[in-house]
């Protein structure tokens, strides 16, 4: 699944650690969802979806 | 209270080092059972049953100590130690019965013995440990 996490955590200047601290997860975890490897939970999208005062769809684009 | 990010680590750095104690604990009295009867204590049966139920003990510790450990990751973390415990009761299960099947065959000039299954499980969810977690990075 394609995300727009990057350039929504660059236009708020976040590190990928604060932006992990902010979802209380690995910054791990961040850097795998930003590469398109590994999609998040539907709680973890909702707070993506909060902090970048974003819809789900706005953030993430389905590749089918 | 709400948690942050400094909270989840230090919760998960907990409860690593909590299930490294409950492991070292648990190795330490298996060892007690594997020679103390030899070594320590000539044959005392008693003696022999109360190390066993020591180890029992501790064993049913890791458990609780791993499963808490489990639940203090976040979600990839999870996924990936799930993807490593998938592989390993998968290789453990086939490999584990092929090797049974070659010693009640008589196939290999030896008994099968379960440690050698333990060390098998031990080294496969390792190596999948580390290859989630590289995959992931």
């Known amino acids: 699944m394609k995300n727009k996490i990057k350039i929504l955590r660059a236009e708020k200047e976040l590190t990928q650690g604060q932006l992990a601290e902010k979802l209380e997860v690995s910054r791990q975890t961040i850097n795998a969802i930003e590469k398109g490897k590994f999609d998040p939970s539907l709680p973890l999208a909702f707070k993506l979806s909060k902090l970048f005062e974003r819809t789900i769809e706005e953030i993430f684009q389905n590749e089918i | ?137």
């Open chain 2, 1 to 137: 209270m709400k948690k942050t990010k400094e909270n989840c680590v230090s919760n998960t750095r907990k409860t690593t080092l909590n299930l490294s104690y409950w492991s070292g604990a648990w190795v330490l009295t298996m060892a007690l059972v594997a020679f103390g009867p030899k070594f320590l204590w000539e044959e005392n049966a008693t003696l022999t049953i109360i190390a066993i139920l020591v180890n029992l003990g501790f064993g049913i510790g890791l458990i609780f100590a791993n499963k808490k450990h489990l639940n203090s990751l976040d979600e990839l973390q999870r996924k990936i130690q799930l993807e490593a415990m998938a592989l390993t009761l998968g290789v453990a299960v086939i490999f584990g019965l092929t090797y049974s099947n070659l010693d009640v065959t008589n196939l290999i000039g030896y008994d099968a013995e379960i440690s050698h299954l333990v060390i098998l499980i031990g080294v496969t969810y390792l190596a999948g440990s580390v290859i989630g977690t590289l995959r992931y990075r």
